[in-house]
């Protein structure tokens, strides 16, 4: 399956989410914060297939972590999760280099089928 880096500043948030992926047979990394994922993006020289960030984090937000990891690796996929209606409406801006926002709450289902679609989506656009 896939490979994903999984950013999110709530532990909780990012166990569950991090279950949630490894049930449908994902090898994820995970990062605490944006600088947090940056650093395990270069460290694996953008070798994943998906990034999944909450947008509002603490040094370094989703936004900004996008942006920067678009510029460096064009071919990562990237999905967004927000609570926050402003933040959604930062993202909306965004459509060239993210696949996909979550808003929260959402249920892993949700979670689990959005990222299934941008996978797959990657997948045929690569193929």
Same mark, same amino acid.
């Given at each position: 399956?896939?490979?994903?880096?999984?950013?999110?500043?709530?532990?909780?948030?990012?166990?569950?989410?991090?279950?949630?992926?490894?049930?449908?047979?994902?090898?994820?990394?995970?990062?605490?914060?944006?600088?947090? %994922? &940056? /650093?395990?993006? #270069?460290?694996?020289?953008?070798?994943?297939?998906?990034? !999944?960030? =909450?947008? $509002?984090?603490?040094?370094?937000?989703?936004?900004?972590?996008?942006?920067?990891?678009?510029?460096?690796?064009?071919?990562?996929?990237?999905?967004?999760?927000?609570?926050?209606?402003?933040?959604?409406?930062?993202?909306? %801006? &965004? /459509?060239?280099? #993210?696949?996909?926002?979550?808003?929260?709450?959402?249920? !892993?289902? =949700?979670? $689990?089928?959005?990222?299934?679609?941008?996978?797959?989506?990657?997948?045929?656009?690569?193929?």
């Amino acid at each position: 399956m896939a490979h994903i880096l999984l950013v999110d500043d709530e532990e909780s948030i990012r166990g569950f989410l991090k279950r949630g992926l490894e049930m449908d047979g994902h090898a994820v990394v995970t990062a605490i914060d944006g600088s947090d %994922g &940056l /650093d395990r993006l #270069v460290e694996a020289e953008g070798a994943f297939d998906l990034m !999944l960030t =909450d947008i $509002r984090m603490p040094l370094m937000d989703g936004i900004a972590l996008a942006l920067a990891a678009k510029r460096d690796y064009p071919d990562l996929a990237i999905m967004l999760m927000t609570g926050f209606a402003d933040q959604r409406e930062r993202a909306r %801006g &965004l /459509d060239a280099i #993210v696949s996909d926002v979550l808003t929260k709450p959402f249920t !892993l289902a =949700d979670m $689990r089928a959005s990222v299934r679609r941008v996978l797959s989506a990657e997948a045929r656009c690569a193929g």
